[in-house]
């Protein structure tokens, strides 16, 4: 079946100027996850959607990051007025929902990330 | 201090060599340890993972908690080329969600 997707793949915006990033989960996946790959940073956390439940922001870097899911299912991440910082690849994944104790794990199913370059 | 660290490497070993791949973690009420695999230009895939301390085989491949050092690991035996790839352990609690602390990723590379 198809796996999460993500695009565009490529973005190089100027500083300044707001990005859209946008993700298709699995279908059935209840949890959709955002995080940032970044070469000093290493694979970061953003933010997580479970279901109708308010959304996980704790790795939200700042106010000019925000992100949202529609539907329960397509999600986007802003990211207004992007500095030279911003520059990573944008990783989505998506999971049936997660465990909430036990031994079984509900895997989660990376995209293929877009790579987003700042000037 | 991270909470999760890996040494990035790079490592390089020859085919057929045994690679060890090693992570420290800070943090005890990790619950779910994880191995990812990572290509050049791809998203992580998971390679395995862990239900609290104990080892797990699967093929070429073994993966290993223990909890009481904070310490996990990978063995890849019989390594091949196609095993070159950046590989990120990644941990997780039952009260965060699905949020997955990864460490920094080893870039391995197997010489034909």
């Known amino acids: 079946g198809a796996g999460v997707s993500q695009s565009p793949s490529n973005k190089v915006t100027e500083k300044g100027k707001d990005v859209e990033l946008r993700c298709d989960p699995i279908?059935?996946?209840?949890?959709l996850y955002w995080y940032r790959q970044s070469l000093g940073q290493g694979l970061e956390f953003l933010i997580y959607?479970?279901?109708?439940?308010?959304?996980?922001k704790s790795g939200l870097p700042s106010d000019r990051f925000s992100a949202e899911r529609t539907g329960g299912s397509v999600s986007t991440l802003t990211i207004q007025r992007t500095q030279q910082e911003d520059s990573a690849v944008y990783l989505c994944?998506?999971?049936?929902?997660?465990?909430?104790?036990?031994?079984?794990?509900?895997?989660?199913?990376f995209g293929p990330g877009t790579r987003l370059t700042v000037l | 201090q991270k909470e999760v660290e890996q040494d990035p490497g790079p490592l390089s070993v020859p085919e057929g060599a045994i690679v060890s791949l090693n992570c420290t973690y800070s943090n005890s009420a990790f619950q779910y340890f994880m191995w990812y695999r990572q290509y050049s230009r791809k998203g992580p895939e998971l390679l395995m993972y862990t239900y609290s301390s104990g080892n797990k085989e699967d093929g070429r491949f073994t993966a290993q908690v223990d909890k009481s050092s904070k310490y996990i690991s990978l063995f890849i035996r019989d390594s091949q080329p196609s095993d070159s790839a950046t590989y990120l352990c990644a941990m997780i609690t039952y009260n965060q969600g699905g949020k997955l602390i990864f460490g920094q990723g080893t870039e391995l590379s197997v010489k034909p």
């Open positions: 959607f479970q279901g109708n439940s308010a959304p996980d």
């Open positions: 279908s059935g996946h209840t949890a």
């Open positions: 994944a998506s999971s049936l929902t997660p465990s909430q104790g036990g031994p079984s794990y509900n895997e989660q199913f």
